[in-house]
């Protein structure tokens, strides 16, 4: 039964954070929520990620639970929604759906609309085996593959294709990745691995396509078959790394225009058969010398991709999305009036370059002592990812990389000059985290850009722009000093960080060399139709060329310095933090712009800053902005210490999110740590929770609160400059009246996440508040009569994702999953 | 490599750095947003005299392909482009766009503020421009001295006939200033094709005996044909089915009564959404026109509106009600461009198969 109008939506959110899942689903359901909540329809939403901004927007259902069968069946009951969304949900919501489905008491199909994908699709979704056979059927070239039972089975079907091949999970738990068997050995190993993923005990086998071209398109479609090309990404690396561990650029360089008209109109007609209804991400593999492609991989929902996407070009990906999937046609969807009017039926082109870099762990776990595997494969081992966006390749490389490494040590062109020679003909071979720079010393050595090509099936005009930068390099470091170099590697995206260190000279004479001779930033638009049309334009980037489009914000503006890409143990909560800090000016009246990198962030949601600037984070990135907006007040987080300095340096206005350099430890197995958390206005303290945390688990629990109160505790006295919320940590619950061996310290972002959650009151908006003087009646009250108020959750545990360390890392000990978090679920007991 | 300099008859000036060929050189500036397939643009012969500005910051990447010709001796009067790669990765790595255009004295200008000068020119809108060493006042003063000539056609239509034989349906092109994206789609489906000056008379062409007959893309205001011109499709598109295609569109709309209006911006790309209106599909097709029949002048006893441009609203198809004859202002060749255009070739293959109807 379909009913006739939807007025109520259940959106499912994504899960905790994981591999490739950051905030990328949130941000598109906080877009469609806003976009539902402008066409009258309701919305409940259904997540247990603590970091969810969604779950936070007021006048809205929302269900903090976990993402299981059980939980959704109980919320149609009680909402008796219209329809449901899985397209916010990743993989996990399909894989939740496809359990409804074959519950045949439950009848879903017959109590609400399924939104995005239909029935079918949905199951051939969560069934690689079965869509291959599909596409197949559809005349869609796909690898060879076959579903197998057992370890049995599965070699027999391997030694069928023959070696090298490739190993997936059937109905996985979460986006699982390819794996890539050699020989019997590493087969052995990566059915192990597939099994335990799948939820039917099943895996398919497939051919090995190594080596090829990955290309990815971006597609929307409306219930009358109109198709659209939102966007296309290129992976410079070839088939054989993981797309997330992949360097991609977009719009698409390297292939003809023929071959690529041949990929979208394979994309249409994939959707047209699947009747996909709103986005989805195709992947493709590319065999330019046969002139013949395979599709890899559809994904009906939002992801990594579509967000990469969505940033590049500023098309509103997910407001029309939201009205494409309840039925409303491409052309008669309305836009805010920010847009242009029609924009959203104009498939978008770009001027600009965009890059997107992955971030990977590596450092952080090796600074604890533990050894990790750098080689990259099909499975993912990247943590985040920063774009950079230029007027060229070498200029959007640059950014993204500086914007990977704000400290560009880890970049530095002298890094490679000891590794020997096997090692670099070996790592050229078996690719690692640091190819970039690996390939530019290679091209310094004077291998040539054929030879590099063989030996790594990099495409050659990629490898041009390497040489470029190489030769770029080189000129700077031979001319200290010369204002041509100097122009010129600023044009192709070199930051004054970097010449700083050819020049073995500081940032700040080289910043000033360059404004004495009028070497300063443009900042260009980044809207979907290529500078065609008109429009009120709220997102730039900087370039240098002659013209500048963007103008002062206002005389009172804000400016946040977001967190950049994600890290273990810092990737979503950083996310959560900036987004709320930016949505709480705006409500207090406040002008706010935002600079951050990170093309998955919530702080980049579109309007959620009157201005955004895509641009990396480095201090002289960010003196720019500053000099060009002139903002009344600059917000950092508290870890980026130098950029701090320089800002009061020059008498900027700043206020500091208080934050630690480096994510903390958890406790050690068996052993229990405690914290006091604290609001702190600068003046008074006041207790606001009391945590228990052991490995793995954080408990708070409000009963444990009132006896800890009642011990009458005096306050730690804050030696901290900016009011904030800081915590004590305590080895043990104190019974005598002071506290010993105790350590005051800002709270972690995830852990105010989780208390703003739990408690019911948002302790970060009151900061802001506080911050800019804002505090009202009802903040002082509250924090007058802080122990008599009522928790929303009395007890709750935050507990740390069962993410697959082993298999993505590889790494030689187990993980602190506090320091090294990657992704967290918060459970209600009561 | 040089500093080369981009003027525009309004007076203003672009400094970049030259590649291809060094000649001076005047043409109408026009942009182009396309983010695939340089190589067809610049071959189109759309843009005889014309500089084209491209608003994708990259081209060049993948060489000069063997199989992306629109026309073997382009005559576009200059390239303008942020970044241009002088690589060649096809297949034979033998040219390079820089060479390409150095053989065919066709000036280009890298590391051009494109995003700037796009939003000038949207703003100021069409004028003569020119690809100088100096922007001295000399140089503005020939600039402004010029004149384009109007006689665009005869400078890239082919003068004599010649085959593209097939074994399939015979289909008369009348040349002015083709794509050879429609011959390759003529070949797609077998046609037996012969290519004719736009000189020739109905006789001729009737006496190849075609199943059909296509009005070719070219350059330029198609009032400044001479008048044979449209007498010859008067005549023919009551005898065979018939396509007009860009030019060709024009032509068939001054034809049958309608008259054309000058585009307030022209469109040169392949992004706008355009209606088929019988259907309310949307298509994405590759675009390229100054001019566009004005719809208050459309006989609706004769002609109806196939297709409508939803962003700017300009008619992009036409059908005669009583004949087997319509045109497009896209190309529907798709070279370089989304291929949904190109069902427009099937229904004139499909009204070769049912003419006997009419």
């Known amino acids: 039964m379909i009913k006739p109008k939807i007025k109520k939506v259940l959106l499912i959110g994504g899960g905790p954070n994981d591999f490739g899942r950051e905030s990328e689903l949130d941000t598109a359901m906080i877009q469609i929520i806003g976009a539902y909540a402008e066409m009258g329809i309701e919305t409940v939403v259904i997540d247990e990620n603590p970091y969810s901004l969604a779950l936070e927007i007021p006048k809205i259902g929302t269900y903090l639970q976990a993402i299981t069968a059980e939980n959704i069946k109980k919320i149609i009951e009680i909402e008796q929604p219209d329809a449901i969304l899985p397209a916010c949900g990743g993989l996990t919501a399909f894989n939740v759906l496809g359990e409804l489905l074959v519950d045949k008491d439950f009848h879903l199909m017959e109590r609400l609309e399924l939104l995005g994908v239909n029935q079918q699709t949905l199951e051939l979704i969560n069934n690689p085996g079965l869509l291959a056979n599909r596409l197949k059927q559809m005349g869609e070239p796909v690898t060879i593959s076959k579903v197998a039972n057992s370890v049995e089975d599965a070699f027999d079907v391997a030694r069928e294709i023959g070696f090298p091949v490739n190993v997936k999970p059937v109905s996985a738990h979460f986006e699982a990745s390819r794996q890539m068997a050699n020989d019997s050995e590493s087969l052995d190993l990566a059915l192990k691995i597939a099994f335990r993923q799948s939820r039917t005990k099943q895996v398919v086998i497939s051919q090995d396509i190594t080596g090829l071209r990955e290309v990815g398109v971006a597609v929307l479609r409306d219930k009358h078959d109109v198709n659209m090309l939102v966007g296309a990404v290129e992976d410079i690396d070839p088939v054989g790394i993981h797309a997330a561990d992949s360097i991609i650029v977009t719009p698409v360089q390297t292939l003809t225009d023929r071959e690529f008209q041949r990929l979208r109109m394979a994309a249409f007609r994939i959707m047209k058969q699947l009747n996909i209804r709103g986005i989805a991400h195709i992947q493709f593999a590319l065999d330019p010398k046969t002139d013949s492609y395979f599709v890899i991989k559809i994904s009906p929902y939002f992801d990594m991709n579509s967000s990469l996407v969505a940033r590049a070009t500023g098309y509103p990906l997910a407001l029309v999305c939201a009205s494409v999937m309840i039925g409303i046609e491409l052309e008669k969807v309305k836009l805010p009036s920010a847009f242009a009017s029609k924009m959203a039926m104009i498939e978008p082109v770009m001027d600009h370059v965009v890059i997107r870099f992955p971030v990977f762990p590596f450092g952080e776990i090796e600074n604890a002592g533990i050894k990790v595997n750098h080689r990259l494969n099909t499975m993912q081992k990247s943590v985040g990812s920063t774009i950079g966006i230029g007027r060229s390749i070498e200029e959007a490389l640059e950014k993204a990389i500086r914007a990977a490494h704000f400290s560009n040590r880890s970049f530095s062109p002298h890094i490679m000059n000891a590794l020997p020679e096997n090692d670099l003909i070996q790592q050229l071979i078996h690719p690692r985290d640091n190819r970039i720079l690996l390939l530019i010393e290679a091209l310094r050595r004077g291998y040539t850009v054929d030879e590099l090509a063989e030996l790594t099936k990099i495409e050659e005009y990629y490898l041009y722009k390497l040489r470029h930068i190489m030769e770029l390099e080189r000129g700077v470091i031979n001319n200290p000093g010369n204002i041509e170099l100097l122009t010129q590697a600023k044009y192709y995206g070199l930051s004054d960080g970097l010449v700083a260190k050819l020049w073995q000279s500081d940032f700040d004479s080289v910043r000033g060399l360059a404004k004495d001779n009028d070497l300063v930033p443009t900042y260009k638009a980044i809207e979907p139709s290529a500078g065609e049309l008109p429009e009120r334009v709220s997102k730039y980037y900087s370039t240098f060329e002659m013209e500048n489009e963007s103008s002062q914000l206002g005389e009172k503006s804000v400016l946040i310095i977001g967190t950049g890409a994600f890290r273990l143990g810092d990737g979503a909560s950083g996310s959560y933090i900036t987004a709320t800090v930016l949505s709480e000016l705006k409500l207090n009246g406040f002008q706010t712009i935002i600079m951050n990198n990170n093309p998955n962030a919530l702080s980049l949601i579109p309007r959620l800053a009157d201005k955004q600037y895509i641009e990396p984070l480095e201090i002289s990135d960010v003196m720019n902005v500053v000099e060009l907006e002139q903002p009344a007040l600059v917000i950092v987080p508290g870890n980026r210490i130098k950029l701090i300095t320089a800002l009061r340096n020059r008498g900027v206005r700043t206020i500091v999110l208080p934050k630690e350099k480096y994510m903390p430890h958890g406790p050690l197995n068996g052993e229990h740590e405690y914290a006091a958390n604290y609001y702190y206005d600068g003046k008074n303290s006041y207790l606001i929770s009391l945590t228990d945390h052991i490995a793995g688990k954080l408990m708070m629990d409000r009963e444990v609160l009132n006896q800890f109160v009642t011990k009458n505790i005096p306050l730690p006295k804050m030696e901290f400059a900016s009011p904030g919320l800081y915590q004590l940590v305590m080895p043990k619950l104190p019974h005598k009246s002071s506290v010993e061996g105790g350590q005051l310290r800002p709270i972690p972002y995830g852990q105010i996440a989780f208390m703003n959650k739990v408690t019911g009151i948002n302790w970060l908006r009151i900061m802001v508040r506080d911050y800019v003087h804002c505090l009202t009646d009802a903040d002082k009250a509250l924090l007058a009569k802080l122990p008599e108020i009522t928790w929303k959750y009395q007890v709750s545990e935050l507990v740390a994702n069962d993410t697959d360390f082993f298999q993505h890392l590889q790494p030689a000990s187990d993980l602190d999953t506090t320091k090294f978090e990657m992704g967290v679920s918060l459970k209600i007991l009561g | ?358």
Request: negative net charge; proline residues 6%.
């Open chain 2, 1 to 358: 490599m040089s500093n080369r300099y981009l003027i525009l008859a309004d007076g203003s000036t672009y400094e970049g750095i030259g590649f291809g060929s060094e000649a001076t050189t005047f043409g109408h500036i026009v942009f182009n947003t396309a983010m695939t397939g340089y190589q067809e643009i610049i071959t189109n012969q759309i843009y005889h005299n014309q500089i084209i500005v491209f608003s994708a910051p990259t081209i060049g990447a993948g060489g000069i392909n063997h199989d992306a010709y629109e026309s073997i001796f382009p005559t576009a009067k200059g390239v303008i482009v942020r970044d241009v790669a002088e690589v060649s990765t096809n297949r034979l790595k033998r040219m390079n766009l820089d060479k390409f255009l150095t053989r065919h004295n066709i000036p280009g200008i890298t590391g051009i503020d494109t995003r700037a000068l796009i939003r000038h020119l949207r703003e100021t809108g069409p004028q003569k421009a020119s690809i100088v060493d100096f922007p001295d006042d000399h140089a503005f003063d020939q600039l402004n001295a010029t004149v384009l000539t109007t006689r665009q056609v005869d400078a890239v239509a082919t003068p004599r006939a010649y085959p593209n034989p097939g074994t399939g349906s015979t289909v008369v092109v009348i040349d002015f200033g083709l794509k050879h994206g429609i011959l390759r789609q003529l070949s797609l489906r077998n046609a037996d094709v012969t290519v004719l000056p736009y000189t020739v008379d109905t006789e001729t062409v009737l006496s190849l005996d075609p199943d059909a007959v296509i009005f070719s893309t070219g350059p330029g205001d198609p009032r400044d044909l001479p008048n044979s011109v449209f007498e010859l499709m008067r005549q023919l598109q009551e005898r065979v089915p018939l396509l007009g295609i860009g030019l060709g569109h024009e032509i068939f709309g001054l034809a049958n009564g309608a008259s054309l209006v000058k585009l307030p911006f022209e469109h040169h790309g392949t992004n706008h959404p355009v209606k088929e209106v019988i259907t309310n599909a949307l298509l994405y097709v590759p675009q390229g026109a100054g001019y566009a029949v004005d719809p208050t002048s459309i006989d609706h006893a004769k002609l109806i509106t196939t297709h409508i441009d939803i962003i700017d609203n300009s008619v992009q198809g036409l059908r005669h009600r009583d004949y087997p004859a319509f045109s497009v202002a896209f190309f529907p060749d798709s070279a370089p461009g989304p291929l949904e255009g190109t069902t427009v070739i099937d229904e004139l293959f499909e009204m070769i198969e049912t003419k006997d109807r009419f």
